[in-house]
């Protein structure tokens, strides 16, 4: 076992032995606190939304050398008693549980907050937290429309503050290898590029109905204008409806976008098409269930096909990347790289078995992937590592599939600012670059 993972297994144990300490409690102040802080590296963190995403975050941090999980907040009950029940059998304190996160922000030794809200919340509570000086991790998309992802980077900037994107796939030392294969010329000039995400998701109808005891509805609506609750909505639902979410391409294909931009070495593109619909059920989704977006810059060409309906794999995967190169190409999952030359000829492949490397672990099987991430921005925070994924990069990326959705919403092709990817003479369209917001709740610089 090496230096590096002898260091990392002693902060560990440093974390659990100090880990009964609560911010602000256990008579000890904000002030004292920050002094323990200092001497021990420790980073303080809250988790603001637990449902599927932030749980599963919450439980990977754990994992991260010398954290201490200082606040839970969620606006279901429910859903806190669960997250507080699976993190007590990883870590032996126990966080303060908040129905707001808002509250969190008023701690001074607080460093930094996770948003895995719902997408209308996760720039205007990134806003707030860098407000407050709170670096923040927030998960992808990062932003409900484009506009909030520019205030995002101004609001970095202004309070001094580290903004990550949730793309974890930045942080995976293979995919790092494979991109910088492509950026060293081994296909040659990249000229195309195809991303591609199924999955065989079920009908989804909603129903007026009471709201629950559990759930503090006006508060997960937040900065969302005001609707009647409706039954099938939280917590997952509301992902194919345009007030709240932004739909599969935002939802997964960020992800797959975010490799071909980074491949690419893109900027923004040019002309941008979308076709598709919700073709398989007659249900209530808004956003498509089939969709295909294309996008044009200068040099290339990409494309990302999306079928929330139809689980069949494209290049025998169910969500990929291929890059088109003028010497060969290459194709790239999680795991896994194949290299070919013009004729199509297998010549090389690659694949990993564990992300982690040997002598490191993550708290479950499927959180391997993200606790790299993630352990990025600890580091980032403590000052030892840059943020894989800055915001300015999270947005941009971001901002190439909401172009997508955009196109796709006005149906017709847009002609966009390869400068910043705001589109050129369409009014029309350009409204969709931001977005409305309950009175009060505007994000604010």
């Not at 937040?222 to 609750?229: D, F």
């Not at 194949?338 to 000829?345: A, T, V």
């Not at 172009?403 to 009014?427: E, F, K, S, V, Y």
Request: charged share 20%; hydrophobic share 35%.
């Amino acid at each position: 076992m090496n230096k590096e993972i002898n260091r990392r297994e002693f902060l560990r144990k440093a974390g659990i032995a100090s880990a009964g300490l609560v911010i602000g409690g256990m008579g000890f102040s904000s002030k004292s606190y920050a002094r323990i802080l200092g001497a021990n590296d420790r980073v303080n963190l809250c988790f603001m939304g637990l449902g599927v995403r932030g749980a599963q975050q919450a439980r990977t941090f754990t994992g991260v050398p010398n954290i201490h999980i200082a606040y839970v907040s969620d606006v279901d009950s429910d859903v806190t008693d669960k997250c507080m029940r699976r993190l007590s059998s990883m870590i032996p304190y126990k966080p303060i549980e908040l129905l707001d996160f808002r509250k969190a922000l008023e701690d001074k030794a607080l460093d930094g907050v996770i948003v895995s809200a719902p997408d209308h919340w996760h720039a205007p509570a990134a806003i707030l937290c860098a407000q407050a000086g709170k670096h923040v991790f927030v998960e992808k998309p990062v932003s409900h429309s484009p506009r909030e992802g520019e205030l995002l980077i101004e609001v970095a900037k202004k309070y001094n503050v580290l903004i990550g994107a949730g793309t974890q796939r930045r942080s995976f030392p293979f995919l790092q290898q494979v991109i910088k294969m492509i950026h060293d010329g081994e296909i040659g000039k990249v000229f195309m590029g195809k991303a591609w995400y199924t999955n065989n998701r079920k009908e989804t109808y909603l129903k007026p109905g009471p709201v629950p005891a559990n759930l503090n509805y006006e508060l997960w609506q937040g900065p969302a204008p005001r609707r009647p609750y409706m039954e099938g909505l939280i917590h997952y639902d509301w992902h194919w409806f345009w007030h709240w979410g932004t739909g599969e391409a935002l939802n997964n294909g960020t992800h797959e976008l975010d490799l071909l931009v980074w491949g690419a070495q893109a900027d923004f593109p040019t002309k941008v098409t979308s076709m598709g619909g919700r073709y398989v059920y007659n249900d209530h989704w808004e956003t498509p269930d089939t969709q295909l977006i294309t996008w044009e810059t200068p040099d290339a060409v990409f494309s990302w096909e999306g079928r929330s309906r139809n689980n069949t794999n494209v290049e025998g995967e169910g969500r990929g990347v291929i890059f088109y190169g003028n010497k060969g190409s290459i194709e790239t999952g999680n795991l896994f790289y194949k290299l070919y030359d013009l004729s199509g000829k297998l010549i090389k492949e690659e694949s990993v078995a564990d992300p982690l490397g040997p002598g490191q672990k993550a708290p479950s099987p499927n959180t391997k992937f993200d606790i790299l991430h993630n352990t990025n921005f600890v580091e980032a925070i403590r000052g030892k590592e840059e943020l894989n994924c800055p915001i300015n990069i999270g947005h941009q990326t971001n901002v190439w599939v909401q172009l997508g959705n955009i196109a796709q919403r006005t149906g017709r092709m847009l002609q966009c600012n390869p400068a910043n990817g705001h589109i050129l003479n369409d009014p029309e369209a350009m409204t969709l670059w931001s977005r409305e917001y309950e009175k009060g709740w505007e994000p604010k610089l």
